[in-house]
């Protein structure tokens, strides 16, 4: 099976693929060919995907280009939603943080 990556997408069809490169204005070569030949290379590319510390492991550099880690990769966001309780939060820095977003808002509504 290939697919085509281009910065945080993924296409069937090469020309799809191009057409959203050059949308972009990217050079011809941010488009990147993948060849997924059975489902051991899909498991490794998914955890590669998903688990970029692993993405240096064997496996997954045969079938997934450090550069799709790289451009795939999303930071994750340890936000706790404003509407959640503070007592519910458990971990102190994300109770903290929360805390701190809370006082700043009454001091904007406050103004």
Known sequence: MKV???K???YALKEDAESYRKELGLKPSAT???SIDNREELAAF???LCDP????????KKVLPAKVVDDAYVEPTFDVPSFVPLFLIK????RAAALERLLANKAKGAQ
């Open 4 to 6: 085509y990556n281009v």
């Open 8 to 10: 945080r997408r993924f």
């Open 32 to 34: 990147i060919p993948l």
């Open 46 to 48: 998914l955890t590669g």
């Open 53 to 60: 510390a692993l993405a240096d492991t064997p496996d997954i």
């Open 91 to 94: 971990d102190e820095k994300q």
